[in-house]
């Protein structure tokens, strides 16, 4: 379970949040620049993902590198919002903390 709080963005928020055409939302999924969830029903987007609308840049490289270990998308949505005690955090705190190569380091073990 989760253990930061975040809101979540439905497509449509999401599409307001970043300020972007559906179809330039749905690339930056694809692309792996957000990772989002069907769990709770309606597709969503952890809002903490986004900073000052726009994806947060050292997420992509993060999904990737979690995704080729075989994470699912929900897997990897849980790994960054709970706390990791490796890094000593929640991955996503220290993503927006500009510590990209800590928390890609604790990922690419988790393969």
């Known amino acids: 379970m989760p253990s930061i709080h975040t809101d979540w963005l439905t ?16 690339r930056l999924l694809d692309e792996h620049h957000l990772v989002g ?13 986004l900073v000052d609308g726009h994806p947060l840049t050292s ?3 993060t999904i990737i590198v979690l995704q080729d270990a075989g994470f699912s998308d929900d897997e990897v949505i849980d790994w960054l919002l709970q706390d990791e005690e490796l890094i000593g955090a929640a991955p996503i705190e220290a993503l927006r903390a500009g510590r990209k190569i800590e928390v890609r380091r604790v990922a690419a073990t988790l393969a």
């Open 11 to 26: 497509m449509p928020e999401l599409v307001a949040a970043l300020d972007e055409p559906l179809g330039r939302v749905k």
């Open 59 to 61: 997420l992509r490289g």
């Open 37 to 49: 969830s069907r769990r709770h029903g309606v597709f969503r987007v952890p809002s903490i993902f």
